[in-house]
């Protein structure tokens, strides 16, 4: 049973440029939650995902932005890239109304 | 406005001696806490949980305490082995945001053979 899978595991982009990061959940889950971590900072929540629709959001700008398909996979976009997006962006799934979520490895961005 | 706060940057035991990890938080509203372990390029991987109707919770070498009135929660290792050195993060939910996490800074905790 593969659990989270994220991809790329490492990018580097061009200060103003956009990108999208995948996440595959957990075999079974239905809820995708994507998280910001900083270096030497806890996992900051963005936003999750059920049923295809964006259910709660964290104090996040617009630039960021989400998708859910159909098989429950997720993309995180995030738009006019600035130097402080540079983190660890961790995807992490679950049963919806199960507070346990189980993590993929991340996705490195380094902003230049 | 840090909800969730683990004071100790770091923490190194010996191996075979307990880890005491500790979080505290400012939320009432929270009522579900979770302790997640992360190695190096690895996503965090969950550890035990304790809901805010119990006190403790036990998991083999893993107890989790719940102290509502000090709003303190405490993580033991016991005995402490050397795999277990890693980043440890407190996070803590309320019933309205189910799995949507609020997470403490971490604690690296090293155990020293």
């Known amino acids: 049973d593969a659990g989270v899978t994220q991809s790329p595991t490492h990018l580097i982009k061009t200060r103003g440029q956009q990108v999208t990061l995948r996440c595959s959940p957990k075999?079974?889950?239905?809820?995708v939650s994507w998280y910001q971590q900083a270096l030497g900072q806890g996992p900051q929540f963005i936003f999750q995902?059920?049923?295809?629709?964006?259910?709660q959001r964290g104090n996040f700008p617009d630039r960021f932005s989400g998708h859910q398909f159909p098989n429950y996979s997720s993309e995180l976009n995030v738009n006019a890239l600035l130097l402080g997006d540079s983190a660890l962006y961790l995807c992490?799934?679950?049963?919806?109304?199960?507070?346990?979520?189980?993590f993929g490895q991340g996705t490195r961005l380094t902003v230049v | 406005d840090q909800q969730v706060k683990q004071n100790s940057p770091s923490l190194s035991v010996q191996e075979g001696r307990i880890s005491i990890l500790n979080c505290d938080y400012t939320n009432s509203m929270f009522d579900y806490f979770l302790w997640y372990k992360k190695y190096p390029a690895e996503g965090p991987t969950f550890l035990i949980s304790?809901?805010?109707?119990?006190d403790k919770n036990e998991d083999g070498r893993f107890t989790v305490f719940l102290n509502k009135s000090a709003k303190h929660l405490s993580l033991h290792i016991v005995p402490s082995q050397p795999g277990d050195s890693a980043v440890y993060f407190c996070a803590a939910s309320d019933e309205t945001s189910g799995s949507r996490l609020t997470f403490g800074e971490g604690t690296q905790l090293t155990v020293n053979p």
């Open positions: 995902y059920y049923e295809e629709e964006e259910r």
């Open positions: 992490a799934s679950s049963f919806q109304g199960v507070t346990e979520a189980f």
């Open positions: 075999s079974g889950h239905d809820t």
């Open positions: 304790i809901s805010s109707i119990k």
